[in-house]
């Protein structure tokens, strides 16, 4: 810090004492200076500590977690919503993007979600404002057809993510590097399908999902099977353990199978599937860590989860 004095001043060696062994005014003064200026850049340090943590993951968003806020019906996010038509798009068949309504974070991940074989976006929607309310865009989408096959949902999905960072109304509210995929019945097996595809993706949740191919070896996408103890159109035995068994070993994965739950439990609000769909689209899409503690250690059997298999610890 240099100390300004006027004109023609020699100003003391800092170090110089007194006669009487002290320093002299000028330097106790300096002292005081460099003092007060140590203390400020200290309080500035620490003013900007919070920053400095967020910066080593700027995809953060929304509050610390805990159990009750991934469980709530609603996050700590308003939200909004906008219709796409049919017609303005192609490829799939519209649908409604649900949306942080605040713009002070900046962008959000975003997930694009299918319903299953002769299903409508109506039987996916309470997964829109619920995952919105986290902090991401999400498109739940109607399909071209209801009878559209598990691979051609996977292009579908694709096509809605790419209208959705592309050509849509809030695409600039979307980070395009940061997105996901979910589905259920035929639209789960089409979120395979799409990660299969498109190897970027960060995550995928194939909810009670349906497809006549059983083995996933191809996916570099983390992959949470959701499937339950009581379906009898896509058994787990035949489709969702096959699925998650298939999966690479090396491959950030898991596999939930829901007690007391049948083939469409996910067309309905449910608690069990929203925490650990949150917690995963967290995880990988945004890799925030903090979702963490709700996957690993594997969660225990419950009234609610009959099995959980997974890859912990997952990779940092």
Same mark, same amino acid.
């Given at each position: ?31 005081g200076l460099v003092t007060a ?7 500035l340090l620490t003013g900007l500590a919070p920053g400095?943590? %967020? ?6 968003? $929304? ?40 713009? %002070?974070?900046?962008?959000? $991940? ?48 694709? %096509? ?145 989860? %009959? ?10």
């Open positions: 810090m240099q100390q300004h004095l006027p004109s023609g001043t020699i100003p003391p060696h800092p170090s110089r004492p007194s006669r009487s062994g002290t320093f002299t005014g000028r330097s106790r003064t300096l002292t200026g140590a203390a400020t850049a200290g309080l400095a943590q %967020a910066a080593d993951n700027p995809y953060e968003r $929304g509050p610390a977690p805990t159990n009750a806020s991934i469980e709530a019906s609603r996050g700590s996010y308003s939200t909004s919503q906008t219709s796409v038509s049919s017609l303005a798009v192609t490829g799939f068949g519209g649908g409604t993007i649900h949306y942080p309504t605040s713009t %002070a974070d900046g962008t959000f $991940g975003a997930v694009v979600i299918s319903p299953g074989f002769t299903a409508y976006e109506s039987s996916i929607a309470w997964l829109g404002p619920r995952l919105a309310s986290q902090g991401f865009v999400v498109f739940t989408i109607d399909t071209n057809t209801t009878l559209d096959q598990p691979d051609s949902r996977g292009r579908q999905l694709l %096509a809605a993510l790419d209208y959705l960072t592309q050509r849509s109304s809030v695409r600039t509210r979307v980070d395009a590097g940061r997105l996901g995929v979910m589905g259920h019945s035929m639209g789960g097996g089409g979120s395979l399908e799409a990660a299969k595809s498109r190897t970027s993706l960060k995550a995928a949740i194939p909810l009670t999902g349906w497809n006549t191919d059983k083995t996933w070896p191809e996916l570099r996408t983390p992959t949470l099977v959701v499937g339950a103890d009581g379906d009898t159109v896509a058994p787990v035995a035949t489709h969702s353990e096959p699925f998650y068994e298939s999966l690479p070993g090396s491959l950030d994965k898991a596999y939930l199978e829901l007690r007391g739950a049948s083939h469409f439990t996910p067309n309905t609000s449910d608690t069990t599937i929203a925490k650990y769909s949150i917690s995963w689209l967290k995880r990988f899409i945004d890799n925030d860590t903090r979702y963490e503690q709700f996957l690993c250690p594997l969660p225990r059997p419950s009234l609610t989860i %009959a099995e959980y298999r997974g890859t912990c610890p997952h990779a940092a």
